[in-house]
Protein backbone atom coordinates (compact mmCIF):
# COMPACT_ATOMS: atom_id res chain seq x y z
CA UNK A 1 0.00 0.00 0.00
CA UNK A 2 2.65 2.59 0.97
CA UNK A 3 4.69 2.08 -2.30
CA UNK A 4 1.68 2.31 -4.33
CA UNK A 5 0.35 5.64 -2.86
CA UNK A 6 4.30 6.53 -3.30
CA UNK A 7 4.23 5.65 -6.88
CA UNK A 8 1.09 7.90 -7.81
CA UNK A 9 2.59 11.03 -5.75
CA UNK A 10 5.42 10.51 -7.36
CA UNK A 11 3.80 10.55 -10.98
CA UNK A 12 1.40 13.33 -10.11
CA UNK A 13 4.44 15.33 -8.92
CA UNK A 14 3.04 15.72 -5.58
CA UNK A 15 6.52 14.34 -4.19
CA UNK A 16 9.92 14.71 -5.75
CA UNK A 17 12.87 12.22 -5.31
CA UNK A 18 14.22 13.87 -1.82
CA UNK A 19 10.79 12.97 -0.27
CA UNK A 20 10.95 9.15 -1.41
CA UNK A 21 14.38 9.02 -0.07
CA UNK A 22 13.60 10.65 3.27
CA UNK A 23 10.44 8.40 2.92
CA UNK A 24 12.84 5.33 3.28
CA UNK A 25 14.18 6.25 6.72
CA UNK A 26 10.95 6.03 8.51
CA UNK A 27 9.86 2.50 7.88
CA UNK A 28 7.56 1.01 8.81
CA UNK A 29 5.46 4.63 9.00
CA UNK A 30 6.37 5.76 5.26
CA UNK A 31 3.18 7.77 4.63
CA UNK A 32 3.02 9.39 8.26
CA UNK A 33 6.98 9.99 7.46
CA UNK A 34 6.38 11.34 4.32
CA UNK A 35 3.27 13.65 5.45
CA UNK A 36 5.59 14.93 8.32
CA UNK A 37 8.35 15.61 5.47
CA UNK A 38 6.29 17.44 3.07
CA UNK A 39 4.78 19.63 5.76
CA UNK A 40 7.98 20.79 7.28
CA UNK A 41 9.06 21.96 3.56
CA UNK A 42 5.92 23.28 3.06
CA UNK A 43 7.00 25.61 6.32
CA UNK A 44 5.30 23.62 9.31
CA UNK A 45 7.42 22.64 12.62
CA UNK A 46 4.74 20.09 13.60
CA UNK A 47 1.67 18.50 12.61
CA UNK A 48 -1.20 17.65 14.46
CA UNK A 49 -2.85 13.97 14.16
CA UNK A 50 -6.48 12.84 15.63
CA UNK A 51 -9.30 11.78 13.42
CA UNK A 52 -8.35 14.29 10.88
CA UNK A 53 -4.73 15.66 9.85
CA UNK A 54 -3.82 19.53 10.14
CA UNK A 55 -2.65 20.75 7.75
CA UNK A 56 -4.88 19.27 5.31
CA UNK A 57 -3.37 16.54 3.15
CA UNK A 58 -5.13 18.51 0.26
CA UNK A 59 -3.10 21.80 1.31
CA UNK A 60 0.55 19.12 1.88
CA UNK A 61 0.46 17.32 -1.11
CA UNK A 62 -0.52 20.37 -3.84
CA UNK A 63 1.27 19.31 -8.03
CA UNK A 64 3.66 22.02 -9.16
CA UNK A 65 0.29 24.14 -10.28
CA UNK A 66 -0.86 24.22 -6.81
CA UNK A 67 -3.98 21.62 -7.59
CA UNK A 68 -4.96 19.69 -4.69
CA UNK A 69 -5.02 15.56 -4.90
CA UNK A 70 -8.62 14.16 -5.72
CA UNK A 71 -10.82 13.79 -3.23
CA UNK A 72 -10.71 9.85 -3.31
CA UNK A 73 -6.84 10.50 -3.06
CA UNK A 74 -6.95 12.82 -0.12
CA UNK A 75 -9.00 10.19 1.38
CA UNK A 76 -6.58 7.38 1.31
CA UNK A 77 -4.05 9.53 2.06
CA UNK A 78 -5.74 10.40 5.38
CA UNK A 79 -6.56 7.36 6.07
CA UNK A 80 -2.46 5.78 5.79
CA UNK A 81 -1.42 8.71 7.80
CA UNK A 82 -3.94 7.80 10.90
CA UNK A 83 -3.32 4.42 10.76
CA UNK A 84 0.37 4.66 10.94
CA UNK A 85 0.23 7.29 13.82
CA UNK A 86 -1.94 5.22 15.76
CA UNK A 87 0.45 2.15 15.28
CA UNK A 88 2.81 4.18 17.06
CA UNK A 89 5.55 2.05 15.18
CA UNK A 90 7.85 5.31 13.95
CA UNK A 91 11.49 5.11 14.72
CA UNK A 92 11.91 7.54 17.62
CA UNK A 93 15.18 8.77 16.97
CA UNK A 94 13.37 10.48 13.50
CA UNK A 95 9.75 11.26 15.08
CA UNK A 96 8.67 12.64 18.04
CA UNK A 97 5.25 12.83 19.22
CA UNK A 98 3.82 14.38 21.97
CA UNK A 99 -0.18 13.55 22.22
CA UNK A 100 -1.48 14.38 18.71
CA UNK A 101 1.67 16.87 18.04
CA UNK A 102 4.24 14.79 15.65
CA UNK A 103 7.52 16.80 15.11
CA UNK A 104 10.80 16.31 14.09
CA UNK A 105 13.12 16.25 17.44
CA UNK A 106 15.30 18.84 15.33
CA UNK A 107 12.33 20.70 14.52
CA UNK A 108 11.60 20.94 18.37
CA UNK A 109 14.96 21.57 19.32
CA UNK A 110 14.92 24.69 17.34
CA UNK A 111 11.60 25.91 18.95
CA UNK A 112 12.77 24.78 22.32
CA UNK A 113 15.61 27.23 21.94
CA UNK A 114 13.37 30.25 20.53
CA UNK A 115 11.18 29.83 23.83
CA UNK A 116 14.35 30.09 25.86
CA UNK A 117 15.93 32.94 24.39
CA UNK A 118 13.11 35.22 23.98
CA UNK A 119 12.60 34.95 27.29
CA UNK A 120 16.05 35.70 28.17
CA UNK A 121 15.84 38.93 26.23
CA UNK A 122 12.58 39.90 27.55
CA UNK A 123 12.70 39.26 31.18
CA UNK A 124 16.60 40.96 31.28
CA UNK A 125 16.93 44.31 32.90
CA UNK A 126 17.58 46.88 29.84
CA UNK A 127 21.06 48.18 29.50
CA UNK A 128 19.69 51.69 28.38
CA UNK A 129 17.75 53.04 31.46
CA UNK A 130 15.87 55.94 30.86
CA UNK A 131 14.67 59.39 32.30
CA UNK A 132 10.84 58.64 31.69
CA UNK A 133 9.81 62.92 32.75
CA UNK A 134 10.98 63.30 29.13
CA UNK A 135 9.36 60.60 27.41
CA UNK A 136 6.05 63.09 27.46
CA UNK A 137 7.39 66.02 25.84
CA UNK A 138 9.59 64.15 23.40
CA UNK A 139 6.16 62.70 21.84
CA UNK A 140 4.17 65.73 22.17
CA UNK A 141 6.89 67.05 19.54
CA UNK A 142 5.95 64.54 16.97
CA UNK A 143 3.31 63.61 14.52
CA UNK A 144 2.05 60.82 15.68
CA UNK A 145 -1.28 59.69 15.48
CA UNK A 146 -2.84 58.64 18.91
CA UNK A 147 -2.70 55.02 17.96
CA UNK A 148 0.70 55.18 16.90
CA UNK A 149 1.66 57.27 20.08
CA UNK A 150 0.28 54.62 22.45
CA UNK A 151 2.45 52.08 20.93
CA UNK A 152 5.54 53.76 21.52
CA UNK A 153 4.38 54.46 24.85
CA UNK A 154 3.82 50.78 25.59
CA UNK A 155 6.96 49.59 23.48
CA UNK A 156 9.40 52.01 25.60
CA UNK A 157 8.30 50.05 28.59
CA UNK A 158 10.27 46.92 27.56
CA UNK A 159 13.35 45.21 26.48
CA UNK A 160 11.16 43.16 24.23
CA UNK A 161 8.91 45.06 22.14
CA UNK A 162 6.84 43.49 19.16
CA UNK A 163 5.02 46.04 16.98
CA UNK A 164 2.77 44.57 14.20
CA UNK A 165 0.47 46.09 11.52
CA UNK A 166 -0.51 46.13 8.09
CA UNK A 167 0.91 48.10 5.21
CA UNK A 168 0.18 52.02 5.53
CA UNK A 169 0.26 51.23 9.26
CA UNK A 170 3.32 53.34 9.72
CA UNK A 171 4.79 50.55 11.26
CA UNK A 172 8.80 52.14 11.11
CA UNK A 173 7.61 55.40 11.31
CA UNK A 174 6.35 54.39 14.99
CA UNK A 175 9.63 52.32 15.09
CA UNK A 176 11.67 55.65 14.27
CA UNK A 177 9.94 58.01 16.95
CA UNK A 178 10.32 55.26 19.53
CA UNK A 179 14.14 55.22 18.56
CA UNK A 180 13.95 59.15 18.65
CA UNK A 181 12.54 58.67 22.44
CA UNK A 182 14.82 56.12 23.47
CA UNK A 183 18.47 58.34 22.45
CA UNK A 184 16.95 61.75 23.74
CA UNK A 185 16.04 59.99 27.44
CA UNK A 186 18.56 57.44 27.57
CA UNK A 187 20.97 57.76 30.81
CA UNK A 188 23.90 55.94 28.76
CA UNK A 189 24.74 55.83 25.67
CA UNK A 190 22.83 54.21 22.52
CA UNK A 191 24.36 51.91 20.22
CA UNK A 192 22.13 51.18 17.55
CA UNK A 193 21.45 47.94 14.76
CA UNK A 194 19.25 47.62 12.09
CA UNK A 195 18.06 44.01 10.83
CA UNK A 196 15.86 42.90 7.97
CA UNK A 197 15.84 39.26 6.02
CA UNK A 198 16.44 40.79 2.72
CA UNK A 199 19.18 43.42 1.45
CA UNK A 200 16.27 45.18 0.33
CA UNK A 201 14.21 45.36 3.43
CA UNK A 202 16.80 46.40 5.80
CA UNK A 203 17.52 48.96 2.71
CA UNK A 204 14.07 50.19 3.08
CA UNK A 205 14.39 50.18 6.97
CA UNK A 206 17.28 52.84 6.98
CA UNK A 207 15.70 54.86 4.93
CA UNK A 208 12.48 55.11 6.38
CA UNK A 209 14.58 55.87 9.77
CA UNK A 210 16.11 58.89 7.68
CA UNK A 211 12.76 60.80 7.50
CA UNK A 212 12.77 60.90 11.23
CA UNK A 213 16.52 61.41 12.07
CA UNK A 214 17.24 63.69 8.75
CA UNK A 215 18.96 62.40 5.81
CA UNK A 216 22.37 62.92 7.11
CA UNK A 217 21.80 60.05 9.66
CA UNK A 218 23.55 56.94 9.43
CA UNK A 219 22.42 53.79 11.15
CA UNK A 220 24.57 50.09 11.17
CA UNK A 221 21.80 48.36 9.05
CA UNK A 222 22.35 44.79 7.98
CA UNK A 223 20.42 41.73 6.26
CA UNK A 224 20.46 39.17 9.66
CA UNK A 225 22.43 36.48 7.79
CA UNK A 226 25.41 39.14 8.14
CA UNK A 227 24.49 39.52 11.24
CA UNK A 228 24.79 35.85 12.76
CA UNK A 229 27.97 35.60 11.06
CA UNK A 230 29.69 38.08 13.17
CA UNK A 231 33.02 37.19 14.79
CA UNK A 232 31.18 38.31 17.80
CA UNK A 233 29.48 35.78 20.78
CA UNK A 234 26.87 38.83 20.89
CA UNK A 235 26.03 41.64 18.29
CA UNK A 236 27.65 45.11 19.47
CA UNK A 237 24.50 47.16 20.27
CA UNK A 238 22.76 47.83 23.08
CA UNK A 239 19.64 48.63 20.61
CA UNK A 240 18.16 46.66 17.67
CA UNK A 241 15.58 47.21 15.54
CA UNK A 242 14.36 43.94 13.04
CA UNK A 243 11.63 44.19 10.50
CA UNK A 244 9.73 41.59 8.13
CA UNK A 245 9.85 39.50 10.74
CA UNK A 246 7.01 37.71 9.23
CA UNK A 247 9.78 36.37 6.88
CA UNK A 248 12.02 35.33 9.15
CA UNK A 249 12.03 31.17 9.92
CA UNK A 250 12.25 29.41 12.87
CA UNK A 251 15.81 28.61 12.34
CA UNK A 252 16.69 31.92 11.56
CA UNK A 253 15.20 33.41 14.22
CA UNK A 254 16.84 31.01 16.68
CA UNK A 255 19.95 32.02 15.48
CA UNK A 256 19.15 35.32 15.94
CA UNK A 257 18.03 35.29 19.24
CA UNK A 258 21.13 33.59 20.46
CA UNK A 259 23.69 36.21 19.20
CA UNK A 260 21.44 39.35 20.84
CA UNK A 261 22.84 39.73 24.32
CA UNK A 262 20.11 39.90 27.52
CA UNK A 263 19.94 43.83 28.42
CA UNK A 264 19.79 44.53 24.52
CA UNK A 265 16.55 46.48 24.34
CA UNK A 266 14.43 44.91 20.47
CA UNK A 267 12.15 45.83 18.68
CA UNK A 268 10.69 43.32 16.06
CA UNK A 269 8.27 44.65 13.64
CA UNK A 270 6.01 42.86 10.66
CA UNK A 271 2.80 42.07 9.76
CA UNK A 272 1.32 38.75 11.10
CA UNK A 273 -1.23 38.22 8.25
CA UNK A 274 1.19 37.85 5.23
CA UNK A 275 2.59 34.82 3.71
CA UNK A 276 4.73 33.05 6.17
CA UNK A 277 8.55 32.02 5.56
CA UNK A 278 9.62 29.71 2.98
CA UNK A 279 11.41 27.89 4.87
CA UNK A 280 9.98 26.22 8.28
CA UNK A 281 8.18 27.86 11.10
CA UNK A 282 6.52 30.91 11.98
CA UNK A 283 8.10 32.26 15.23
CA UNK A 284 6.53 35.85 14.60
CA UNK A 285 2.73 34.88 14.32
CA UNK A 286 3.35 32.06 17.35
CA UNK A 287 4.84 34.22 19.55
CA UNK A 288 2.16 36.96 19.10
CA UNK A 289 -0.06 34.52 20.34
CA UNK A 290 1.73 32.56 22.86
CA UNK A 291 3.53 35.90 24.05
CA UNK A 292 6.80 35.69 26.86
CA UNK A 293 6.24 37.35 30.04
CA UNK A 294 8.35 40.72 30.31
CA UNK A 295 7.52 41.19 26.65
CA UNK A 296 5.06 43.79 25.08
CA UNK A 297 3.33 44.02 21.43
CA UNK A 298 1.26 47.29 20.08
CA UNK A 299 -0.69 46.40 16.89
CA UNK A 300 -1.35 49.37 14.51
CA UNK A 301 -4.92 49.25 12.54
CA UNK A 302 -5.03 52.54 11.30
CA UNK A 303 -3.58 52.51 7.48
CA UNK A 304 -2.53 56.06 6.18
CA UNK A 305 -2.93 54.90 2.42
CA UNK A 306 -5.76 57.41 1.14
CA UNK A 307 -4.60 56.01 -2.31
CA UNK A 308 -4.63 52.23 -1.91
CA UNK A 309 -7.36 52.32 0.63
CA UNK A 310 -9.56 51.09 -2.00
CA UNK A 311 -6.88 47.76 -2.23
CA UNK A 312 -6.32 47.60 1.44
CA UNK A 313 -10.12 46.68 1.60
CA UNK A 314 -9.96 43.64 -0.74
CA UNK A 315 -6.55 42.78 0.95
CA UNK A 316 -8.95 42.26 4.17
CA UNK A 317 -11.52 40.49 2.57
CA UNK A 318 -8.90 37.92 1.22
CA UNK A 319 -8.26 37.28 5.23
CA UNK A 320 -11.59 37.08 5.88
CA UNK A 321 -13.02 34.48 3.05
CA UNK A 322 -14.85 36.73 2.34
CA UNK A 323 -13.81 37.82 -1.76
CA UNK A 324 -16.08 40.18 -3.65
CA UNK A 325 -16.56 41.40 -7.20
CA UNK A 326 -16.15 45.26 -6.26
CA UNK A 327 -15.18 47.04 -8.99
CA UNK A 328 -13.79 50.66 -7.98
CA UNK A 329 -11.13 52.87 -9.10
CA UNK A 330 -7.89 51.22 -7.72
CA UNK A 331 -9.05 47.46 -8.35
CA UNK A 332 -10.33 46.23 -11.52
CA UNK A 333 -11.10 42.36 -12.82
CA UNK A 334 -10.38 40.70 -15.73
CA UNK A 335 -10.86 37.41 -17.28
CA UNK A 336 -7.96 34.91 -17.83
CA UNK A 337 -8.22 35.20 -21.49
CA UNK A 338 -7.97 39.39 -21.43
CA UNK A 339 -4.10 38.41 -20.00
CA UNK A 340 -1.93 39.22 -22.88
CA UNK A 341 -3.59 42.05 -23.85
CA UNK A 342 -2.74 43.27 -20.02
CA UNK A 343 0.58 41.77 -20.35
CA UNK A 344 1.33 43.96 -23.78
CA UNK A 345 0.07 47.09 -22.41
CA UNK A 346 1.56 46.73 -18.39
CA UNK A 347 4.68 44.73 -18.78
CA UNK A 348 6.01 44.38 -22.78
CA UNK A 349 5.20 48.31 -23.81
CA UNK A 350 6.75 49.86 -20.62
CA UNK A 351 10.19 47.98 -21.15
CA UNK A 352 10.13 48.40 -24.67
CA UNK A 353 10.38 52.13 -24.18
CA UNK A 354 12.70 51.67 -21.19
CA UNK A 355 16.16 53.05 -22.87
CA UNK A 356 17.92 54.12 -20.00
CA UNK A 357 18.71 52.58 -15.99
CA UNK A 358 16.48 55.91 -14.97
CA UNK A 359 13.51 53.74 -17.36
CA UNK A 360 13.77 50.46 -16.44
CA UNK A 361 14.45 51.25 -12.53
CA UNK A 362 10.57 53.19 -13.19
CA UNK A 363 9.43 50.72 -15.06
CA UNK A 364 10.56 47.80 -12.32
CA UNK A 365 8.44 50.10 -9.56
CA UNK A 366 5.60 50.45 -11.77
CA UNK A 367 3.89 47.27 -12.23
CA UNK A 368 4.45 43.42 -11.82
CA UNK A 369 2.56 40.78 -12.42
CA UNK A 370 1.71 38.18 -9.55
CA UNK A 371 1.45 34.35 -9.33
CA UNK A 372 1.03 31.79 -7.27
CA UNK A 373 3.45 29.21 -8.61
CA UNK A 374 6.19 29.15 -10.92
CA UNK A 375 5.54 26.03 -13.46
CA UNK A 376 2.21 25.69 -15.60
CA UNK A 377 0.77 27.92 -18.54
CA UNK A 378 0.12 30.37 -15.50
CA UNK A 379 3.18 30.53 -13.94
CA UNK A 380 6.41 32.40 -13.55
CA UNK A 381 8.35 30.73 -16.08
CA UNK A 382 5.81 30.57 -18.61
CA UNK A 383 4.61 33.89 -18.37
CA UNK A 384 8.40 35.65 -18.42
CA UNK A 385 8.96 33.52 -21.47
CA UNK A 386 5.97 34.68 -23.03
CA UNK A 387 7.42 38.23 -22.35
CA UNK A 388 10.92 37.90 -23.05
CA UNK A 389 10.04 36.49 -26.92
CA UNK A 390 7.37 39.88 -27.30
CA UNK A 391 9.98 41.97 -26.34
CA UNK A 392 11.83 43.33 -29.74
CA UNK A 393 14.28 45.05 -27.55
CA UNK A 394 16.14 43.31 -24.87
CA UNK A 395 19.20 45.24 -23.45
CA UNK A 396 17.20 46.12 -19.80
CA UNK A 397 15.88 43.10 -17.87
CA UNK A 398 14.59 42.72 -14.77
CA UNK A 399 15.92 40.02 -12.51
CA UNK A 400 15.23 38.66 -9.45
CA UNK A 401 18.29 36.72 -7.58
CA UNK A 402 17.17 33.26 -6.46
CA UNK A 403 20.06 32.18 -4.33
CA UNK A 404 21.87 34.59 -1.26
CA UNK A 405 25.52 35.84 -1.71
CA UNK A 406 26.58 37.61 1.52
CA UNK A 407 29.81 38.36 0.01
CA UNK A 408 28.07 40.32 -2.98
CA UNK A 409 25.03 41.84 -0.78
CA UNK A 410 22.09 40.37 -2.63
CA UNK A 411 19.58 37.90 -1.07
CA UNK A 412 17.27 35.82 -2.47
CA UNK A 413 14.22 37.47 -3.57
CA UNK A 414 16.23 40.73 -4.28
CA UNK A 415 15.26 42.44 -7.95
CA UNK A 416 17.91 44.12 -10.11
CA UNK A 417 18.59 45.50 -13.79
CA UNK A 418 20.47 43.17 -15.87
CA UNK A 419 22.66 45.49 -18.60
CA UNK A 420 23.22 43.68 -22.05
CA UNK A 421 25.02 44.81 -25.15
CA UNK A 422 28.23 45.47 -23.34
CA UNK A 423 31.31 43.12 -23.36
CA UNK A 424 30.71 42.83 -19.71
CA UNK A 425 27.24 42.25 -18.70
CA UNK A 426 26.28 44.04 -14.89
CA UNK A 427 23.30 43.59 -12.66
CA UNK A 428 22.37 46.99 -10.81
CA UNK A 429 20.63 45.81 -7.73
CA UNK A 430 20.55 48.18 -4.17
CA UNK A 431 22.74 50.64 -5.81
CA UNK A 432 25.57 47.92 -6.86
CA UNK A 433 26.61 47.09 -10.03
CA UNK A 434 27.83 43.64 -9.83
CA UNK A 435 28.96 41.40 -12.73
CA UNK A 436 26.67 39.38 -14.32
CA UNK A 437 28.89 36.54 -14.53
CA UNK A 438 29.85 36.35 -10.44
CA UNK A 439 26.20 36.92 -9.12
CA UNK A 440 24.29 34.32 -7.63
CA UNK A 441 21.36 32.16 -10.27
CA UNK A 442 18.43 34.68 -10.95
CA UNK A 443 16.18 34.75 -13.42
CA UNK A 444 13.89 37.32 -15.66
CA UNK A 445 11.02 39.16 -13.31
CA UNK A 446 8.35 40.22 -15.49
CA UNK A 447 6.44 37.68 -13.27
CA UNK A 448 7.30 36.49 -9.77
CA UNK A 449 5.87 34.27 -7.24
CA UNK A 450 3.97 35.88 -4.40
CA UNK A 451 6.07 34.42 -2.10
CA UNK A 452 9.12 36.19 -3.83
CA UNK A 453 7.64 39.50 -3.91
CA UNK A 454 7.13 39.62 -0.02
CA UNK A 455 8.93 43.18 1.07
CA UNK A 456 8.68 44.25 -2.47
CA UNK A 457 6.37 47.34 -3.48
CA UNK A 458 5.07 48.22 -6.58
CA UNK A 459 2.46 50.56 -8.20
CA UNK A 460 0.52 48.21 -10.16
CA UNK A 461 0.19 44.55 -9.37
CA UNK A 462 -1.63 41.48 -11.82
CA UNK A 463 -2.34 39.09 -9.95
CA UNK A 464 -3.37 35.77 -11.75
CA UNK A 465 -5.35 33.07 -10.38
CA UNK A 466 -4.71 29.80 -12.06
CA UNK A 467 -8.05 27.78 -12.37
CA UNK A 468 -8.69 25.00 -10.10
CA UNK A 469 -5.66 26.29 -7.83
CA UNK A 470 -5.83 26.52 -3.86
CA UNK A 471 -5.04 29.57 -2.41
CA UNK A 472 -4.61 30.71 0.65
CA UNK A 473 -5.97 33.83 2.24
CA UNK A 474 -2.39 34.78 3.60
CA UNK A 475 -1.29 34.16 0.01
CA UNK A 476 -4.16 36.49 -1.44
CA UNK A 477 -3.44 39.16 1.13
CA UNK A 478 0.14 39.31 0.44
CA UNK A 479 -0.10 39.90 -3.11
CA UNK A 480 -2.89 43.02 -2.92
CA UNK A 481 -1.38 44.69 -0.07
CA UNK A 482 2.17 44.39 -2.92
CA UNK A 483 0.46 47.39 -4.91
CA UNK A 484 0.09 51.18 -3.53
CA UNK A 485 -2.13 52.53 -6.88
CA UNK A 486 -3.81 49.52 -8.73
CA UNK A 487 -4.39 46.00 -8.15
CA UNK A 488 -5.86 44.38 -11.44
CA UNK A 489 -7.28 40.56 -10.65
CA UNK A 490 -6.84 37.96 -13.74
CA UNK A 491 -9.04 34.82 -13.01
CA UNK A 492 -11.77 32.72 -14.51
CA UNK A 493 -15.50 33.07 -12.77
CA UNK A 494 -13.98 34.97 -10.05
CA UNK A 495 -14.69 35.41 -7.10
CA UNK A 496 -16.71 31.81 -7.22
CA UNK A 497 -13.57 29.69 -8.48
CA UNK A 498 -11.67 31.64 -5.64
CA UNK A 499 -14.49 30.69 -2.84
CA UNK A 500 -14.41 26.99 -3.95
CA UNK A 501 -10.67 27.18 -3.30
CA UNK A 502 -10.92 28.35 -0.25
CA UNK A 503 -13.18 25.60 0.61
Known amino acids: ?15 DQLDVDICKSFAPSKILGLYLSRAFR ?45 AKRFPPECIKADGPKVSFPYAQAIENSIVTNIKKIACAQPDVCLDEKKIPQILDCSSLHPDQRKAVEILLTTSCGFLTGGPGTGKTLTAGVWLEALKK ?17 AKTLAASLQKTFGENASFDVQTIHRLILS ?40 DKDQLPPIDPGQPFAQLLTSFPQGAKKAHLSVSFRTESKEILEVARAFLQGEPSRKHTGAVSYFNI ?8 KFIVEPWERATTLNDANAALKDTILLTPTRVGPLGTQEINR ?3 FRRKKNSLTPVVFLKNNHELGVMNGDLGILE ?9 SLELKIPAAICPQFEEAYAMSVHKSQGSEFYRVILVLPPHAIFTPNLLYTAATRARGELIIVSENYPTSLICAYN
Open 231 to 270: PFSHVPYNVLIVDECSMIDSALFAKLLKVIRPGTRVLFLG
Open 420 to 428: KGHPLEHIY
Open 337 to 344: KELGTLIE
Open 1 to 15: MPIELLQELFQQGRV
Open 42 to 86: AGFMSVEVGEKCTPSVEIIFLDDTMQAPSKELGEVLEKAIVEEFR
Open 185 to 201: SALSPVYVGLAAPTGRA
Open 386 to 388: FVH
